[in-house]
């Protein structure tokens, strides 16, 4: 990747890695530091690292696995391509050019600002599966902060802590809890927003995968790409669908190229009525 591309791209970046490392941190110090002289949860540690281990592996293959144009044979222009001015080459169906990448993507579907790449052919899979463990692992988070908010407050009424949760800003200013309830509070705020909009990506996306559309061709109405919720899901999910969202480790090779997609057959006229004619 190209220096002062990559320079434009790399701020949402830092700051999407910054704050989920934030995140991390604070949960992994709150379990660690909270029991001691109780037994360690063990269990509960053990299912926070894999969730995290798989939303990584899922963020690094999503970044690693490109879906551009680049270093692909594009060879020769048959129906339903098109002509690319910026890359000046001809492109498959449904490809387009991202204007943050400059480069065309196969199977294009958006730019992905927070992890500076777009989504399509090659790595669909690896943001779905991060969408799924990103929102499951910060609904942990959230559950375990809010917890801490829960015990800091055990003797105040239950509306003080629901109205911590809701403004927090509100509550220290006006002196109503410590800045430690304060800071457990603006946590599990953090961590239910993420949560909402990963769990909200996740449910649109699936929508568009089984439909088999991209978020361009569900704006336009056009499903002339849906083979069936089956075959839809074995095409962004590959030839393992039914295991490619619990893990990203586990291999699941894609059916086809990314250049090259079937499509439904237009549906035949009806028949002229005899009396029409
Ligand atoms: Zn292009
Ligand atoms: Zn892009």
């Not at 830092?14 to 704050?19: D, F, K, N, S, V």
């Not at 989920?20 to 299912?47: H, I, K, N, Y």
């Amino acid at each position: 990747m190209a220096g002062p591309e990559w320079k434009k791209r790399a701020l949402p970046v830092l700051a999407g890695a910054a704050l989920g490392s934030a995140l991390a941190a604070e949960v992994l110090a709150l379990l660690l530091l909270r029991r001691r002289g109780e037994p360690f949860p063990l269990p509960t540690l053990a299912a926070l690292l894999a969730l995290l281990g798989n939303a990584l592996e899922s963020a690094r293959r999503f970044v690693t696995a490109s879906p551009s144009t680049r270093g692909v044979m594009l060879a020769g222009a048959g129906q339903g391509w098109d002509y690319c001015y910026s890359c000046q080459t001809h492109v498959p169906p449904r490809c387009g050019h991202c204007f943050s990448c400059n480069v065309c993507i196969l199977r294009r579907d958006h730019h992905c600002t927070l992890l500076g790449q777009c989504l399509g052919y090659q790595n669909y899979r690896y943001f779905l599966s991060l969408l799924l463990h990103g929102a499951v692992l910060l609904l942990c988070c959230a559950v375990l902060n809010a917890d801490v908010v829960w015990t800091l407050l055990q003797e105040k009424p239950l509306a003080q802590t629901v109205l911590l949760l809701v403004l927090p800003w509100l509550m220290l200013l006006t002196g109503q809890v410590n800045f430690t309830a304060f800071f457990f509070a603006v946590v599990t705020d953090a961590c239910l927003a993420g949560c909402l909009f990963c769990a909200g990506f996740l449910f649109f996306h699936s929508l568009l995968v089984l439909r088999g559309q991209t978020t361009k061709e569900w704006f336009e109405g056009d499903r002339k790409y849906n083979m069936g919720w089956r075959a839809n899901l074995r095409e962004v999910l590959g030839k393992r669908w039914h295991l490619a969202l619990f893990t990203p480790f586990v291999a699941s090779p894609l059916p086809g190229d990314g250049i090259t997609f079937r499509t439904r057959p237009p549906k035949s006229e009806p028949l002229l009525k005899t009396r029409d004619l």
